[in-house]
């Protein structure tokens, strides 16, 4: 079983929709949960960083965490074509500088004008 | 907000040399990077943890000896694929947390660098 499950869709959904995007995963010492969003050939850039459970909010974009599920999520209102990528959560257990990431496969998003 | 430096951002070598891969922090202090590699179509698996003025720690089945990496200061980390092999062909992507006091800014990737050993 891998640490971090997370399905790799591909997912599809209409310019306007409400997407929402989920990893689990069986590790409970992960404190620090994000989502990445990464284009065709280019490097993740980190959307959503958080700590511990809970929900943040930016702009469009919420991510939440469920600890005692073992669970995140990222919900992205009012989806535009320039959302269609490659959505990467990931995770880490580690305090101060270290701590590596582990990540989910991907889930794919292409969202349709 | 924190900016990450990868060069170059496509390399194409022979099979055999050598390849070198900058990542710089450009606007904050990294004592810890990360080397990444991203096969098609899939998710990016850690190769290293490169810390700043010692020996980087390897992930199991990364060969250290192919792979080396350098730490020599708190905004440069390099990646030298030794003896490239086409095998070896990949994205490598570099990251670094950037933690400034109190205040935690999360993990910060470079570009990436799209190898290709012919």
């Known amino acids: 079983q891998k640490e971090v499950e997370q399905d790799p869709g591909p997912l599809s959904v209409p310019e306007g929709a409400i997407v929402s995007l989920n990893c689990t995963y069986s590790n409970s010492a992960f404190q620090y949960f994000m989502w990445y969003r990464q284009y065709s050939r280019k490097g993740p850039e980190l959307l959503m960083y958080t700590y511990s459970s809970g929900n943040k909010e930016d702009g469009r974009f919420t991510a939440q965490v469920d600890k005692s599920s073992k669970y995140i999520s990222l919900f992205i209102r009012d989806s535009q074509p320039s959302d269609s990528a490659t959505y990467l959560c990931?995770?880490?257990?580690?305090?101060?500088?270290?701590?590596?990431?582990?990540f989910g496969q991907g889930t794919t998003l292409q969202v349709k004008p | 907000g924190a900016v990450v430096s990868q060069h170059p951002s496509r390399v194409i070598c022979k099979s055999g040399t050598s390849v070198k891969i900058e990542c710089r922090s450009l606007d904050f202090q990294a004592t810890t990077m990360f080397w990444y590699r991203q096969f098609p179509k899939q998710s990016l698996m850690l190769m290293a943890t490169s810390n700043e003025g010692s020996k980087a720690t390897y992930e199991q089945g990364v060969e250290k000896d192919k792979f080396l990496i350098n730490h020599a200061s708190l905004t440069l980390s390099t990646l030298t694929v030794t003896s490239a092999h086409p095998e070896d062909s990949s994205f490598y992507i570099c990251?670094?947390?950037?933690?400034?006091?109190?205040?935690?800014?999360?993990?910060?990737f470079g570009s990436g660098t799209r190898l290709t050993v012919v």
């Open positions: 990251s670094a947390r950037d933690r400034q006091g109190l205040k935690d800014y999360g993990y910060t």
């Open positions: 990931a995770m880490s257990a580690g305090s101060g500088n270290t701590g590596k990431l582990i």
